[in-house]
């Protein structure tokens, strides 16, 4: 397409970025531009999902230890030391940040590192002073951690978990949601000492009912002093630490607080009002189903749409936009029926309906089973964990499933292929149990739970 610099620049190097880039010049021969002010591989690899799992595995060391010694395993006291993990941390992600680099290269797009602001509808400005021009512009530049106005004391976020020099020892964290959650746990199987405060009754909004509970009960069984109906009323800084009053006016130090308090969509200066983008309320750009704003050359996957904030999603996304623009394949990104895992001890894997949601829209019948797992009973351990199965009362398709578990991640991964596929409650009876497992529980359910609404006769 002479007269443009490039047929495609992309501002964001992250998880939607790369991959529209990657498939528009790889796959279909596009001239392809990106710029990225940080470090290749956005949120996910470098501050989000990838660094987060690994502290994940590091935190369930000791409980894989503890469990050892009650299989009759001579184990002795074991020590954690942060410096050692953040030095392999930061190495890997060097490694990643390599390679997506390198991916990039390898499919032939032009990598700036330098922050991008618009210019016109084909023109991007960069922080260096260059300007090039493009006949689509692509805009994935994710989102950021949202902070409250006028918090007394300094606080952490996210994204500086992965920097810190030392563990706190007293710490609290900000929050009911996923990042909130995860990190409680990450952070007491680490060894420090945790409090959560939640400003709402239950954690996990948005998630089934029961799903919640059951974290919550695992978050408190792991020593976490999860508070909810509470919040945050004042932060102040004195010689004990951070002092933190709450909404009761009751106060208690710690050493660090990490706010978990939402993420914004990253659009500030990008000059997309200057073009005719309105942006909606929480600074998100308003895309149509194929990622295109009003301004026709300019499109934007990810979380900077705020339409459904995962990894994978970003993915689909920026891999739509390429094969509909480039690769003459016009499809849009599938929103239906995305599965997800909150990664704490227990994890809580989820898709489709909620048991309340499908409640709400017509007859449904709930299969629900909590037992305590072979593993961890044969120590004597109370854990439990949860599988249901929402079921349309009339069609028979599973609308919902939800499974409390370690490893619902991976679980919910392929139960999501049956749900996706609208498999019925009577399509999971007809598979054989693969036994002695937790998962096969999601099978051998026979007996409905409970009902909600009745089928009209007639
Ligand atoms: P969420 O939006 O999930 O949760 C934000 C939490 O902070 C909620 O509990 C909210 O309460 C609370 N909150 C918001 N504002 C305030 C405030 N002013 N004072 C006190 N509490 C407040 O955001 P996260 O930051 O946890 O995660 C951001 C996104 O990142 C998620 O939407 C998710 O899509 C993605 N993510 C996905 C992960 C995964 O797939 N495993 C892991 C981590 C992140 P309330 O419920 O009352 O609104």
């Given amino acids: 397409m002479p007269g ?19 498939i528009a010049a790889g796959e279909y021969g596009a001239r392809v531009g990106l710029a990225e002010e940080s470090r290749m591989g956005g949120t996910c690899v470098i501050r989000g999902c990838v660094p987060k799992k690994l502290m994940v595995f590091a935190s369930a060391v000791p409980d894989a230890l503890a469990l050892g010694r009650d299989y009759g395993w001579d184990i002795a006291p074991a020590q954690f030391d942060w410096p050692t993990f953040r030095a392999r941390l930061d190495a890997e992600l060097d490694r990643l940040e390599a390679a997506y680099r390198g991916g990039l290269l390898g499919a032939g797009v032009t990598i700036h590192d330098a922050r991008a602001t618009l210019a016109d509808p084909h023109t991007v400005r960069l922080a260096t002073g260059e300007t090039f021009t493009a006949k689509h512009i692509l805009i994935a ?11 007394g004391a300094p606080v952490l976020t996210s994204n500086d978990i992965f920097l810190l020099d030392r563990l706190p020892e007293r710490l609290l964290i900000v929050g009911g949601g996923y990042i909130a959650c995860e990190f409680a746990q990450v952070m007491a199987g680490l060894g420090v000492g945790v409090t959560q405060f939640y400003r709402g009754e239950q954690i996990l909004r948005g998630f089934d009912d029961d799903a919640r509970a059951l974290v919550a009960e695992a978050t408190r069984g792991c020593g976490i002093d999860l508070q909810t109906g509470t919040d945050v009323a004042a932060l102040s800084e004195d010689g004990q630490g951070i002092c933190v009053t709450r909404t009761d006016g009751a106060r208690a130090w710690f050493d660090a607080v990490v706010y978990a308090t939402g993420r914004h969509p990253n659009t500030e200066g990008l000059g997309l009002e ?33 339409r459904m904030n995962l990894t994978p999603v970003a993915i689909r996304e920026g891999h739509a936009f390429a094969d509909t623009v480039f690769g003459a394949r016009p499809y849009k990104a599938d929103h239906q029926l995305v599965p997800s895992a909150v990664f704490t001890r227990p994890e809580l894997g989820s898709v489709g309906l909620t048991e309340a949601e499908a409640a709400e829209r017509g007859p449904v019948e709930i299969y629900q089973t909590a037992f305590r797992p072979m593993k961890t009973a044969f120590a004597g351990r109370p854990e439990r964990v949860m599988m249901k199965l929402v079921v349309d009362a009339g069609s028979r398709r599973v609308l919902g499933c939800h499974i409390v578990a370690p490893e619902a991640g991976e679980m919910i991964q392929l139960a999501a292929i049956a749900v996706k596929m609208g498999a019925t409650k009577e399509d999971f009876d007809r598979t054989c149990a693969v036994h002695p497992t937790m998962a096969e529980e999601m099978v051998t359910m026979r007996k409905v739970t409970r009902h909600h609404g009745t089928i009209a006769k007639g």
């Fill in 4 to 22: 443009f610099d490039y047929d495609l620049f992309v501002i964001g190097g992250g998880s939607g970025g790369v991959r529209a880039a990657r």
């Fill in 141 to 151: 530049t994710g989102g950021r951690p949202h902070l409250p106005e006028g918090l």
């Fill in 274 to 306: 200057a073009l005719g983008i309105t942006l909606g309320a929480r600074g998100q750009i308003p895309v149509d189903g194929w990622s295109q704003t009003a301004v026709p050359s300019i499109f934007a996957v990810g979380d900077v749409t705020d």
